[in-house]
């Protein structure tokens, strides 16, 4: 998500996380949800994403109670869920049905059902398509950066909410399996025409890294689009690989977070261990710490915006709190809760919020974000190269 005002759909939708801007056709959840990945070896504090007897402010029994009842009378159970949890009041409760969390979970661990589009709203309110995935149906189509979008399956989009465009380019449920079609309407240059795409199997780069000048102290942009399952470790490794002592310009634009342990992972690449934030779960503290071993002398500047949410801010505020990094850019988003799922009779899934985290100076994230330490707007990139090149981390 770029700097944008972002929209929170109705509850009613089961996607009131929908934030994303990429209009890829992911659960738009999936990166918003802050959580925590599952641990295979039992061996660590953070007992992730397993199923909790609790969920929020609402008890699991009563979630299961009332999807079991609705499967009885023959009803969804799914929908029985969700009206529990929008009685919660969680800001961030989800449910969603198998098919729906089989995807969220893939989408996490970095692939997506979609046509390989990433688009923002111009200031003028257009839908302008920013991206396209090579070898995607999008792009075997024709459809290039700088189109607009108008419609999609004949509905359209000027003056609808960010995240209702983002569910009708997914699909809904049946409609957005692999080979589903989905009919956009365009323009280029002024001409309108129509394309029919199938959805694909797809998966994503997280992160992306380029020198921003031809020398050896030229500085390194690593920008992290996401926090999916081996984005904290491909951090590391393009910091490990930075040439000297260049700085490193570490992008966190329009990320909307994802998996809590990518971000630590993530960390560790700045930090020689130490404490990166901490959370609870049903009132009980718990704390994240990075590895030892990282890299504590080489320049850092982060890039954020309104679009910076959850474990990219987890990540913003343990840099900022240990003088690791300057921050570059306008206030992130503020979404600093966690969430666990507990799994329902039919086989549905609630996914709601447990606990908070915090950062290493105890800040709260939740609905206040983080204020950078120095403002920029649509120049952020170039003034993060000055403050680097000003930190002698090169131009």
């Known amino acids: 998500m770029t700097g944008h005002t972002h ?4 509850r009613g939708s089961r996607r009131g996380a929908a934030l994303t801007l990429v209009f890829a056709g992911v659960l738009a959840t999936a990166a918003a949800t802050g959580s925590l990945p599952r641990d295979e ?32 009378d023959g009803k969804s159970g799914t929908e029985a869920a969700e009206e529990v949890v929008s009685r919660s009041g969680d800001r961030w409760g989800a449910v969603y049905d198998e098919r729906e969390y089989e995807e969220l979970e893939q989408a996490l661990g970095g692939s997506y059902t979609g046509v390989g589009i990433s688009a923002r709203r111009s200031a003028r309110g257009e839908v302008v398509v920013t991206g396209v995935r090579a070898g995607s149906p999008a792009a075997r189509a024709g459809v290039r950066k700088g189109d607009q979008l108008h419609s999609v399956d004949g509905r359209r989009v000027e003056g609808r909410p960010v995240a209702d465009v983002v569910a009708l380019l997914r699909g809904d449920r049946a409609k957005a399996a692999e080979g589903s079609a989905v009919v956009l309407g365009l323009s280029r240059g002024g001409h309108p025409w129509t394309t029919t795409l199938h959805r694909a199997r797809l998966s994503t780069d997280p992160v992306s890294v380029r020198r921003l000048g031809r020398d050896e102290s030229s500085a390194v942009l690593i920008k992290v689009a ?10 590391r490794d393009a910091v490990d690989r930075a040439p000297g002592d260049a700085g490193i310009l570490l992008d966190l634009r329009a990320n909307s977070g994802g998996l809590v342990t990518e971000a630590v992972t993530a960390s560790s690449a700045f930090l020689d261990g130490g404490l990166v934030a901490t959370y609870d779960v049903h009132g009980k503290q718990r704390a994240l710490y990075a590895d030892p071993g990282g890299d504590t002398e080489r320049p850092v500047v982060v890039l954020v915006d309104g679009g910076t949410m959850s474990a990219a801010e987890l990540l913003t505020g343990a840099l900022q709190d240990r003088g690791r990094a300057v921050t570059v850019g306008s206030r992130t988003f503020g979404k600093g809760s966690v969430q666990m799922p507990s799994r329902l009779p039919g086989g549905s899934v609630a996914e709601l919020t447990v606990g908070h985290y915090r950062t290493p100076a105890g800040r709260s994230v939740e609905g206040s974000g983080i204020t950078p330490d120095v403002g920029a707007g649509s120049e952020a990139l170039r003034r993060g190269e000055s403050v680097l090149s000003g930190l002698g981390g090169g131009s």
């Open 226 to 235: 996401a926090f999916t399952r081996g984005t904290g470790t491909a951090v």
């Open 7 to 10: 929209h929170l759909k109705p």
């Open 41 to 72: 070896s039992g061996g660590t504090e953070i007992r992730a994403r397993s199923v909790s007897s609790t969920v929020g402010s609402v008890d699991r029994e009563e979630i299961a109670t009332a999807a079991a009842d609705a499967e009885a």
